[in-house]
Structure formats: structure tokens, C-alpha cells
């Protein structure tokens, strides 16, 4: 944990400083999942500490419990007589190839339909696995893809240190910081206790990493407004990430709706957003219109497989992630499986979450105190090489099972019914993690501040 944690720390320009952590036993893996789990919420917490020693000279006490973040990576929502719906599509998964293995991410209508412009409509998995198995893997990866659909051939990390995407992934940082401007520093709006109250967050980020960044930052008073296009629903995870946000929807390509687009940023003290590398470029909002819009803006990115080398625009997702880079092919390794083995929790997702959340509030201590404008760009790809390159097996003991005192007391009231989360695994002293808004569907707000 503390090489894994002294990392991420030095990509943060946080002090490499301990940081408790309580409970023991850890998820099973061929990889150390919940130090990734407990060192990126620590991280997180302490850039909060640091902005509040920054604002008030003191530094608060922080600890992590190990338990709690490794259920929190799974989901931390417990419904009360309702369920979520099922994660992903029908024939979303894992298929043999006829040398190999390859994943389908089907989970969008549009992604299924780009499948099944190559392999033929199907009905099943089955169905969908008789296809497959009529392909080669690269074969397979390339058409799919070519196709604007989603899919990985399942690589060792050997085979993924060889390609020119590996290659391109080793050459970046963790988080690569990009200074814009210096203006006048920025009075503090917050308090010890809701630190990032009066921070204007604009959401673009959909699925995992970047709402769980987002849920965070709400989590210590900031104003989040999640913006989707009209016919986007992610129907599986919505309830999960929009605790403490507000959902709206515009469509980018209707004149009136980039108005109001437009009008939002130039308000806004932080821009999320998890498109591909080229696709705000192409709705003629590159970096350069941003930052006119909005000079002071702070923007933190990710995409799925890094910032450079060929792959820097190709659609991508955690499970996708695994597959490419070595992780699930070592799963089985491990286990002595039939087929790939990913990770028990999509832990690139959220550990790339926290990690954007942590730099965001780097960020915005840097412009409170100088009036320095700063972005930071992560990916799932990198997170998997910070992963990978320090945790290999370990023989800790299973987590104790989940019982109701991990639950919080509150009840939520979601738009599906009411739910309880589970009990928060950070504690930083004199500043409770605690959302304003229960978690909402997907354009139930108006797109207004």
C-alpha cells in the first residue's frame, strides 16, 4: 500500500505522508484492488486536507477505512424494495475466438447495433457466441471498432508492453498537468466543514470514472450539474453516481441548447468531462473555445486508453481496459481459469475517479491561492499501469462479509424509491462527506446554476 499510495501522491504533488487506514482483509484478486481502493480515496482526502490547511492553517486528521472502499468500488447503494437494473446488455461479455478471446461492451443501443453490423443480429448469447467463434480476435477487434463499435481482444501485458498503445501509455504520467493562465488568486467561498461550497462543477462525464469524480466533489459542497444529450441513459449505474447532483439535458448540436451550453461554462469553476480525446474538438468546443468561454476554468479529462499513440481517441471502458492490457488474461492465469478473469470490481473506473476528484481539488487550491489555471488529463489505461506495476498477488485474507451496521442510518430518497448508501470510508476531521440531493435520474433538473 505505501508504494502504491506514494505514487499516486507524487503524481498529486500531495506530502508523502502516511495515511491511516483501518479494518483488514482484501478482495480477492490476482492484483491488489483494495489498496487501489483505499490509496485513491485517501489521495482524494488528502488534497482536501491540504486545501483546508491551505484556507485555515490547519490540517485535519484523515483516515481510510479499507473495508468500506472496497465495497464502495463495487456500489454503495442499498435499495429499499426496489432493484437497479442489470448492469449490462444481454450479450455484452467475454467470447472465444477461434484463437482467443475477445470482449464486447454492447451496453449502448448504438455500440450493440455496431456489433451486430458485423456479426449478424442476435437474439442471445449464444446466438452471439456462435459468430464470434467464427472470427479471429484481431480480426474481430479491428471490424467492431471500425464499425463505432466497442470491443478488446483479451492481450497479456507482454503482449501490451509490445503494442504501440502500450507503449504510448508508459510514456505518460499518472495525471499530466497542463498550466493555462495566471489571473488573480481566487477568494475561498467554503468552509471547514463544506469546503467546496460555492464550486461551480459542470458534469460531461457519463458511466464510472468521471461521476464518481463528480459524486465526490458534491460530497464537500460543490454544485454539480451533470449534462447528457437527449437520448443517452445508462440505466444500470444512474442511480449509483448522481448522488448530491443535479441531471440536466442538452443536445450540442441545436443552436439554442449551445447557447445555454455556453452560458453554463462561462459560470463554471470546473469543467469533468470523459469524452474521447477528439470528440468536444469535433462540437466545436476544443481546448482553446473553452478556455474563451470560461479563462478561469479548471478542466480535468480522462479517456479510456491515454492521450497519445494511436489509440487516443478509440472508444473504450474499464472491462475493455482489462482485456487490452493484461489483466484479465492474468486473472485466469491466476486462477487457472477456462476464460478471462477481470478484476471482482471495475476498480480502473473508480480508482480513476478519485484520482480526477483529488486533482480537481489540487487544482482548485492552486487557483485560490495564485490565481494559477491548471487541467489535468487521466485514463483508465494509466491507472491500469499503476495497478499492475505494484500490486502483483498477494495472500491477505477475504473482506468480512457486509453487515447492516456498514449501512448509514439516513434513507434516501432517490427518483426509483428509497435506499440506503453505505457508511462513507474516508473520514477527515470537521468535514463529513454528506450530499445536498438524492440521486436523481438523468434530465429530471433544468440546465440552469
Known sequence: MTDLLSSVQAALGLPRTPIALTSSGALPSAFAVTELASASIAAAGQATAELLHDRTGRLPALSVDRRLASFWFATSLRPLGWSVPPLWDPVAGDYATQDGWIRLHTNAPHHRRAAEQVLGPVADRPAMAARVAQWNKHDLEQAVVAAGGCAAQMRSWNDWQAHPQGQAVNAEPLVHWLAHSVGAAQ?????????????????????????????FLAGLGAEVLRIDPPDWNEPGVVPEVTLGKRCARLDLHDTA??????????????????????ALERLGYGAAERQRIAPALIDVSLNAYGWSGPWQNRRGFDSLVQMSCGIAEAGQRWQQADKPLPLPVQALDHATGYLMAAAAIRA????????????????????????????????????????QNDQGLLVEQTSWGPAHRLRVPLQISGTPLQWDHPASDLGAHRPQW
Do not use: M
Open 187 to 215: 477568494p475561498w467561498r467554503g468552509s471547514q466543514a463544506r469546503p467546496l461550497a460555492g464550486i461551480k462543477v459542470l458534469d460531461l462525464t457519463r458511466v464510472l470514472a468521471g461521476p464518481i469524480a463528480s459524486r
Open 257 to 278: 441548447d449551445r447557447q445555454v451550453f455556453e452560458n453554463l461554462l462561462g459560470d463554471a469553476d470546473l469543467l469533468l468531462h470523459g469524452y474521447r480525446a477528439d
Open 364 to 403: 482548485l487550491t492552486e487557483r485560490l491561492k495564485t490565481g494559477a489555471v491548471g487541467s489535468a488529463r487521466l485514463s483508465l489505461a494509466r491507472t491500469a499501469k499503476l495497478l499492475i506495476e505494484h500490486s502483483q498477488g498477494h495472500a491477505e485474507d477475504a473482506l468480512r462479509a457486509e453487515d
